[in-house]
């Protein structure tokens, strides 16, 4: 089965670039990494969430504005795909995750995976995580008509962003999320999502383009009624 796990975290306590408890943390993913080998399908970094762009639909309007989707002290702050035979599996791995460590990881089994292989890097060009926020409905429930109404949307996005459009992922409703903690070497397994809120992650794409162009796309992505889209960049290790 195919898991999206979101790696959430305190900023404000987050190891810097170039500090020696930097390089320990990114010693512990690539050990992660090696431990994971194929079970990792896709995973990146994010940007600090004062990158964030976040678009809103409401009423048929369309606003843009500068920081993240919802200011929390925890935030989003990378994510993985995994394919692995079951949740136990998921949770085994997640739990050497480093931001499980600290914060939080929550597991949220996939609807529909999205994979296109290489598409082209032009000049100029940059990835962005853009996640898909909004009120929970039946759209979120495979089989149902409004799952399929859904995925249509989705299909002619897919058409408008071609080359742009890099991959993806739906996820199933927030009752199937489980959160994975580790405290003092305990594992803690809590079910339901992270955040208890109205507007939930429902999957997210992966685009690649300019800043202004890859906001313009994204103001594309449909969001349920009153939902939002952020956009974060990637935060590119090579």
Same mark, same amino acid.
Request: aromatic residues 6%; glycine residues 12%; charged residues 20%.
């Given at each position: 089965m195919?898991?999206?796990?979101?790696?959430?975290?305190?900023?404000?306590?987050?190891?810097?670039?170039?500090? !020696?408890?930097w390089?320990?943390?990114?010693?512990?993913y %690539?050990?992660?990494?090696?431990?994971?080998?194929?079970?990792?399908?896709?995973?990146?970094?994010?940007?600090?969430?004062?990158?964030?762009?976040?678009?809103?639909?409401d009423?048929?309007r369309?606003?843009?504005?500068?920081?993240?989707?919802?200011?929390?002290?925890? /935030?989003?702050?990378?994510?993985?795909?995994?394919?692995v035979?079951?949740?136990?599996?998921?949770?085994e791995?997640?739990?050497?995750?480093?931001?499980?460590w +600290?914060g939080? +990881?929550?597991?949220?089994?996939?609807?529909? %995976?999205?994979? %296109?292989?290489?598409?082209?890097?032009?000049?100029?060009?940059q990835?962005?995580?853009?996640?898909?926020h909004g009120?929970?409905?039946?759209?979120e429930?495979?089989?149902?008509? @409004?799952w399929?109404?859904?995925a249509?949307?989705h299909?002619?996005?897919?058409?408008k962003?071609g080359d742009?459009l890099?991959g993806?992922?739906?996820?199933?409703?927030t009752?199937?999320?489980?959160? /994975?903690?580790?405290?003092?070497?305990?594992l803690?397994?809590?079910?339901?999502?992270?955040?208890?809120?109205?507007e939930v992650?429902?999957?997210?794409?992966l %685009?690649?383009?300019t800043?202004?162009? /890859?906001?313009?796309?994204?103001?594309?992505?449909?969001?349920?009624?009153?939902?939002? /889209?952020?956009?974060? !960049?990637i935060? @590119?290790?090579?």
């Open positions: 195919h898991y999206l796990v979101l790696l959430y975290g305190d900023e404000a306590t987050g190891t810097q670039p170039g500090t !020696p408890e390089d320990a943390e990114m010693a512990a %690539l050990a992660f990494g090696e431990l994971a080998g194929e079970a990792i399908l896709g995973g990146e970094a994010l940007h600090e969430s004062t990158t964030a762009r976040t678009i809103r639909h009423g048929g369309v606003a843009v504005t500068d920081g993240p989707f919802a200011e929390t002290a925890e /935030v989003l702050g990378g994510y993985y795909v995994l394919d035979p079951s949740l136990d599996d998921a949770i791995l997640v739990r050497h995750i480093p931001a499980t +600290s939080a +990881s929550e597991i949220r089994p996939v609807a529909q %995976l999205l994979e %296109l292989g290489e598409r082209p890097a032009p000049e100029g060009t990835r962005y995580l853009v996640t898909i009120a929970e409905t039946e759209a429930t495979p089989g149902t008509p @409004e399929e109404a859904g249509a949307e299909g002619q996005f897919g058409e962003a742009a890099l993806g992922a739906a996820v199933h409703p009752s199937t999320a489980s959160v /994975v903690r580790v405290r003092d070497g305990e803690l397994v809590t079910d339901g999502p992270f955040a208890e809120g109205a992650v429902g999957g997210f794409y %685009l690649r383009g800043d202004e162009d /890859v906001v313009e796309l994204a103001s594309a992505v449909p969001v349920p009624a009153g939902g939002a /889209v952020e956009v974060r !960049p935060m @590119e290790m090579d």
